[in-house]
């Protein structure tokens, strides 16, 4: 019983071990793959909680609209004694139709103001270590999501870019990201802009500051300042809105310029998303 | 053998949707500024009560199912997993497993030791994760999160065993009302 206690911790240590190394020599592409694979058992859950959320809310409205159409029933029951419907019930569900409501006109004014081909997409998930910035979107190859196509706001305004894509999903890299670097230019109407590389260095509790680099030494940085992506490197078009400037500093050796800046799209809370398809 | 089919089920499915949970559920994220990671604490109570061969598909299947949904590469978390629960199953005769204070400190300590691991390996394989000053205060609140929730899931899994097991039979257990010998004046 005892050698048996030991050799079978020595097949479970052995597993493990085995499993980690035929994974790290195991060649990229097929690693990808595995992974995706590994990734795509979720694909159920995310279809039963999506449903399962949409059903419920639909419920919900189904509710209220025979609450609003049918005012006899309501006089029946009122007369039972009891008050199905609430002001303040009322008042809940109009502010959130009127919520609804804004989001999807916000959504229509925006659609002419982008000078893109987007796609709307949905946000079902995100990395689950907090020092990777990604969003997972319900678009995938079979909506023409491709590798490093732009990710905008509702408003237009940066979030990321695709880095991963799915049959089915796609993985959408943030802004504030160590591995999402692009040129950007601080717009100045007094003079030219100038430009600089985002790339964020250390983690930030705020994950709508990211640092600006790079900017030439005579440059004046002021607050408040709009930021906007360079459209140079070829990731991102020209113009796309990314920010504020927070605040700036010249960097140690005395080089060049650093700035903070504050995003305009407020990545903690992203539900729906534009892909820019065509740019 | 059905009963420890059950549980190994039961512990799957449980990893399966707290991997989901973490990933799809932006509560937590938006009243913390963080999403807390569980695992540690679910790898603490499955050494603590169950064995070896649990501890390690759980750490296994748990490791990948997290890289699969995160930029790590896959396979990073499934060492510091294990390595927390083989020491939790190593040294369980040690531990006083059923008072709540130990399992708070045991859960803490894992959920501070499994991030550092993490982010240890992700050095050695030359990623380039965000990190700073400030993620302190996270893993401080993770390494907390962890320990209150050793404590839920043992309970949850003591409730779930009852629910779904089946008593043991044991024939010679006393006293047995089957095979109880009834004495009488004949």
Same mark, same amino acid.
């Given at each position: ?20 190394? #035929? ?16 990734? &795509? ?16 809310? =639909? ?98 305004? #940066? ?33 030219? =802009? ?29 607050? &408040? ?35 903070? @800046? ?18 | 053998?059905? &009963? ?27 009243? #913390? ?40 590469? #896959? ?105 109880? @010998? ?5």
């Amino acid at each position: 019983m005892k050698r048996f206690f030991y050799k079978s911790q020595q097949t479970a240590v052995g597993a493990v071990l085995l499993t980690v190394f #035929l994974l790290l020599v195991m060649p990229e592409g097929a690693r990808a793959r595995l992974k995706s694979a590994i990734g &795509g058992l979720f694909l159920p859950v995310v279809g039963i909680s999506t449903t399962g959320q949409a059903a419920i809310e =639909s419920l919900g409205q189904l509710g209220s609209t025979a609450g609003y159409g049918s005012p006899t029933s309501n006089q029946t029951l009122g007369q039972d004694g009891g008050h199905p419907f609430s002001l303040s019930d009322l008042q809940l569900e109009n502010a959130k139709l009127a919520e609804e409501n804004r989001q999807l006109i916000e959504a229509r004014n925006w659609e002419p103001r982008i000078p893109w081909e987007t796609k709307l997409a949905r946000v079902v998930g995100r990395d689950t270590f907090n020092w990777w910035r990604r969003i997972k979107i319900n678009l995938g190859s079979n909506k023409g999501v491709r590798f490093n196509q732009p990710v905008i706001s509702l408003r237009g305004q #940066l979030v990321g870019r695709i880095t991963e894509v799915g049959p089915l999903t796609s993985w959408a890299l943030l802004v504030g990201d160590p591995n999402c670097k692009f040129s950007a230019l601080i717009k100045d109407k007094d003079s030219r =802009s100038q430009g600089g590389i985002v790339s964020p260095r250390q983690y930030n509790p705020d994950p709508r500051v990211v640092e600006l680099t790079y900017l030439p030494n005579d440059v004046e940085v002021r607050p &408040g300042q709009e930021v906007v992506t360079s459209g140079l490197g070829g990731g991102f078009p020209k113009e796309i809105p990314v920010g504020k400037v927070v605040d700036s500093w010249v960097s140690k050796d005395g080089l060049y310029v650093e700035a903070r @800046i504050k995003l305009y799209a407020n990545l903690n809370q992203l539900e729906t998303v534009r892909v820019l398809t065509h740019f | 053998m059905t &009963g420890r089919i059950n549980k190994a089920l039961g512990l799957l499915i449980g990893a399966y949707l707290l991997v989901f949970v973490q990933s799809h559920w932006s509560v937590p994220r938006l009243w #913390l500024g963080f999403q807390p990671d569980l695992t540690p604490a679910l790898l603490v109570c499955v050494g603590l009560s169950l064995g070896i061969g649990q501890v390690s598909t759980s750490a296994m299947l748990t490791g990948l199912w997290l890289d699969s949904l995160s930029a790590n590469p #896959l396979g990073l978390s499934v060492p510091p997993l294990f390595i927390v629960g083989w020491m939790m199953f190593t040294f369980r005769e040690l531990i006083v497993q059923d008072d709540l204070v130990a399992q708070f400190y045991l859960g803490s300590a894992a959920g501070a030791a499994v991030p550092l691991l993490q982010l240890w390996l992700l050095w050695m394989v030359g990623a380039d994760p965000l990190i700073g000053w400030s993620m302190g205060i996270w893993w401080l609140v993770n390494a907390a999160c962890c320990g209150v929730a050793v404590p839920l899931f043992a309970k949850l899994g003591r409730l779930l065993n009852r629910w779904f097991s089946h008593p043991l039979h044991e024939p010679n257990r006393w006293p047995n009302e089957n095979r109880q @010998i009834v004495r009488s004046k004949h």
